[in-house]
């Protein structure tokens, strides 16, 4: 059993920056992939970023060169640093976790979500 417990959510003006962490506890040896999704209203849930537990890293087109992933395992903690963000960041964050290599949506263990709204 992994539990995630997310934070750093938040209102933010166009052009700022949120960090957002997950920290992860339980069978903390069990996980492997770690990722962030996210769902706006009306839209389909999205992966925004994903790393293994060696460190690489993939995010989604509309995050590229804006957003960083990060993880301390030592902490059991992933982070999602956002910079230059904009009002179409604006979401539902969530963070997961799964045994496997590659992170998809459906993963094993997630967050309970943070909201993330960024005004203009």
């Known amino acids: 059993q992994v539990q995630l417990v997310e934070s750093g959510g938040g209102l933010v003006q166009a052009g700022g920056s949120l960090r957002l962490s997950c920290a992860a506890s339980?069978?903390?040896?069990?996980?492997?992939?770690m990722g962030w999704y996210r769902q706006a209203p009306g839209k389909q849930r999205e992966l925004v970023a994903a790393i293994t537990d060696g460190g690489s890293t993939k995010y989604a087109d509309a995050v590229k060169g804006r957003f960083t992933i990060s993880r301390d395992n030592a902490k059991n903690t992933v982070y999602l640093q956002m910079n230059s963000l904009k009002p179409e960041d604006t979401a539902v964050y969530y963070c997961?976790?799964?045994?496997?290599?590659?992170?998809?949506?459906?993963?094993?263990?997630w967050g309970q979500g943070t909201q993330v709204t960024v005004s203009s």
């Open positions: 997961a976790a799964d045994s496997v290599v590659v992170m998809s949506a459906r993963a094993k263990y």
């Open positions: 339980g069978s903390i040896f069990s996980i492997n992939a």
